[in-house]
């Protein structure tokens, strides 16, 4: 699909974050713990399921929302809410859900390019398990997303990134493999690629790689505890910093009410978590710190500006159901945006 003549400026233009990612629906629905016992699923973890799997948990859920979605797009969406730009490299079917994707990409301002898969592969989806302490549990069936390839990135848009963001749910895919590693390598010099380590048993399946990833084309990393004690083999945080920061410029871990550090060669901030009156649903916290960092590392802010960023955009996102800011982040966020 090739940019319109009234993309012509956007499409020339400069963008602070461009994610590459599953592009995926999300539905969200209240569950117990009880519910996750009985369909056998690992509380807090994603797990990739097929069609079948997919639509029989589907016929268990009575009420639920439904919000276009996936890590990297709910990242890119938190950049542009904090008055950001930002570009996303993901897939969808050439079907009713793959419209409404296109659609909310669009209504966002949000540039995408990426061609569509045909209708007969369904636009990827992921439904979400919310529990009463707000630990989201992801059952993932990528759908068209599963068929991305090197042809369908548009390296273009990659080389206007000032940051390239990869998400870590891709490194499943063999032929998404091959993809996000051509993009790393099509990045400009200026360009700083990212990865978030997306979620430990992720990391667990895929530990040599990522570190050959992350060695061979990495600036910044992001992960949560559990991910980067996953990556390195250790119970040590600050020992796993350490390891990290030996290989990347920047290291960013999220620590969930206890906050977050980034870490540089020269510089360790701790920052606060945000105060949130009630945690409602996790989902898509970790989206939209990276949201608030990476946005603040386009601006160029200092280290503690972007990770305060970061955490005012996570809080927000765990107020409320979906994973996406119902309030404009940059509004919220006042001077510090």
Known sequence: MGNSAGDTDRS????DVVGFGNALVDVLSHQNDEFLKRINVEKGAMHLIDSERSAELYSLITERKTVS?????????GVGSLGGSAGYIGRVADDDLGDIFVKDMADLKIFHNTPRAPRRDSTG???????????????????????????????GLVQRAKILFLEGYLWDLPRAKQAMEAAASAARSNTKVTLTLSDSFCVDRHRDSFLNLISDHVDV???????????????????AIQRAKSIVSLVSVTRGPAGSVIASNSELVSIESAKV??????????????????????????????????????????????PRPETNLRQLAGELA
């Open 125 to 155: 989806r992921c439904l979400i398990f919310v529990t009463p302490d707000g630990e989201r549990t992801l059952n993932t069936f990528l759908g068209a997303s599963n068929g991305l390839t090197t042809s369908d990135v548009d390296l």
């Open 12 to 15: 020339e233009k400069q963008l």
């Open 69 to 77: 979605g996936g890590s990297a797009a709910n990242t890119v969406i």
């Open 277 to 322: 009156c009630e945690v409602v649903d996790k989902t898509g916290a970790g989206d939209l710190y990276a949201a608030g960092l990476l946005y603040g590392l386009a601006q160029g802010y200092s280290l503690e500006r972007c990770g305060k960023l970061g955490a005012i955009a996570a809080g927000e996102v765990i107020s409320h159901m979906g």
């Open 221 to 239: 990393l992001l992960a949560n505890d559990h991910e980067i004690l996953s990556l390195f083999e250790t119970e040590n945080l600050n020992l």
